[in-house]
């Protein structure tokens, strides 16, 4: 068994103690947290601890904490022979260069408080500096995930910015598109079976193939009435952007 | 029985068409289509036109046809005591003014050709230019769908131009985030999960709940890296404009 320690009880710490708590080739051991939480009854019976101090001895510990924090704080464990593992898309692996032993675990989903997480369809990107620990960590996240591939630091920052694009700036389009629906006293709940469905046609098409609409057809008519309608508002110049973007991807003219 | 043509056999005409089929309420008269066209199996009984000449007669024509030729086209549809219909959310219903009956039946949703659709889960707008028709439109739409609204003109074009934000816009970035990773032999696979969740959160979450990521949490240094990486390329205005826009909806600064 991998005895685990997870540093950090946001949303991708508290996730991934849920799931591996349900490993079986995992033990975690403890939890850590700087300020006070209460764990969830799943994980009631794990050490929750709130100083370094008091850090059990483990295999690997887990920092699952903002990128910006991860260098200094990981420089506060103390150094023992253990691999100390970060779950961060954007930070290099060497952030963790205090530490002899180093590697990264980022699961690629996108984590909130409330809403549970089917961790065995998260995929999991590894990486770490030597082959044994690639191998350990390996098998500790395929013990929890089916999708588990080995991925270096400079190829996860462009996964992870491609991520922002699918997850960040999408979420704000629906946004966007809440308060277009709000402001017209309509329900946003109309819009709702388009939005899954925009997601669930790339699993049998490619983005360009799925590509419809106003600036796909280069439908000018169209394009023109909807920024009369965005008229001077906040969204306006994303409308002619993101339209400027699908003309010339596709070699539409207006 | 309310009996229907269907002018038109693109994405949404040949959808629609499918749906009526099953309708216990309507029964499909005729499908018009200019170019020769084949008929799915499930249609291989309806007849099939090409000459507005043999027109048969109906209660409702459906025109399922680009927003630019709805008008010309319904000009040339032969006067008769009978509905006139078209399926588009930017189109005003006066598009058919030519008709004294007319009305708009649209279908909240993105159709392609390969891709089978539940039409009971789609949202259809209704309008009709007298109340008769509205509540003859409206039980046509409730035998195909369980989402039935009445919308007018004015209301559906804010609605439609919600939806080029949730569909047209949200799939360009599927397809921006494809050639990043592809780019770098990456996997597109590795973001679907990711993909589909970002549209699931949204029926437990609204969008200014579920957001994350740099820009929502004002993080300077990885959107710095962010844009580093698209360098000069034909993607890093489209990061920055998202990344403000995403910043003033939630009072950050960097």
Same mark, same amino acid.
């Given at each position: 068994?991998?005895?685990?320690? @997870?540093?950090?009880?946001?949303? &991708?710490?508290?996730?991934?103690?849920?799931?591996?708590?349900?490993?079986? /080739?995992?033990?975690?051991?403890?939890? !850590?947290?700087?300020?006070?939480?209460?764990?969830?009854?799943?994980? =009631?019976? #794990?050490?929750?601890?709130?100083?370094?101090?008091?850090?059990?001895?483990? =295999? #690997?510990?887990?920092?699952?904490?903002?990128?910006? @924090? #991860?260098?200094? %704080?990981?420089?506060?464990?103390?150094?023992?022979?253990?691999? &100390?593992?970060?779950?961060?898309?954007?930070?290099?692996?060497? /952030?963790?260069?205090? +530490?002899?032993?180093?590697?990264? $675990? !980022?699961?690629?989903?996108?984590?909130?408080?409330?809403?549970?997480?089917? %961790?065995?369809?998260?995929?999991?990107?590894?990486?770490?500096?030597? /082959?044994?620990?690639? *191998?350990?960590? $390996?098998?500790?996240?395929?013990?929890?995930?089916?999708?588990?591939?080995?991925?270096?630091?400079?190829?996860?920052?462009?996964? +992870?910015? /491609?991520?922002?694009? @699918?997850?960040? $700036?999408?979420?704000?389009?629906?946004?966007?598109?809440?308060?277009?629906?709000?402001?017209?006293?309509?329900? $946003?709940?109309?819009?709702?079976?388009?939005?899954?469905?925009?997601?669930?046609?790339?699993? *049998?098409?490619?983005?360009?193939?799925?590509?419809?609409?106003?600036?796909?057809?280069?439908?000018?008519? *169209?394009?023109?009435?909807?920024? +009369?309608?965005?008229?001077?508002?906040?969204?306006?110049?994303? !409308?002619?952007?993101?339209?400027?973007?699908?003309?010339? *991807? !596709?070699?539409?003219?207006?």
């Amino acid at each position: 068994m991998i005895s685990i320690v @997870v540093l950090g009880f946001g949303n &991708v710490g508290k996730h991934l103690s849920l799931a591996l708590e349900q490993s079986d /080739a995992a033990i975690l051991k403890q939890v !850590y947290n700087r300020s006070e939480i209460t764990l969830p009854s799943q994980l =009631d019976h #794990i050490e929750l601890i709130d100083d370094l101090n008091d850090l059990a001895e483990a =295999d #690997i510990c887990i920092i699952a904490l903002p990128d910006d @924090v #991860i260098q200094d %704080f990981s420089g506060k464990l103390p150094e023992q022979d253990r691999l &100390v593992v970060h779950t961060s898309g954007s930070a290099p692996i060497d /952030a963790l260069k205090d +530490h002899s032993r180093r590697a990264v $675990f !980022y699961p690629l989903q996108t984590f909130s408080a409330e809403r549970e997480v089917n %961790f065995r369809s998260v995929p999991i990107c590894i990486e770490a500096n030597n /082959a044994q620990d690639e *191998t350990l960590l $390996f098998m500790l996240a395929e013990s929890i995930s089916e999708k588990v591939t080995v991925i270096n630091s400079a190829a996860r920052r462009k996964l +992870h910015l /491609a991520a922002v694009f @699918v997850n960040n $700036f999408t979420n704000h389009f629906y946004h966007i598109a809440d308060e277009l629906v709000r402001e017209n006293d309509l329900d $946003f709940d109309l819009l709702k079976p388009l939005i899954l469905e925009t997601a669930n046609k790339i699993n *049998t098409l490619s983005p360009a193939e799925a590509q419809t609409g106003p600036a796909r057809r280069g439908d000018k008519n *169209t394009i023109e009435n909807h920024l +009369h309608l965005l008229s001077e508002g906040p969204y306006r110049e994303l !409308y002619e952007k993101l339209t400027a973007s699908i003309l010339e *991807t !596709y070699g539409k003219k207006l």
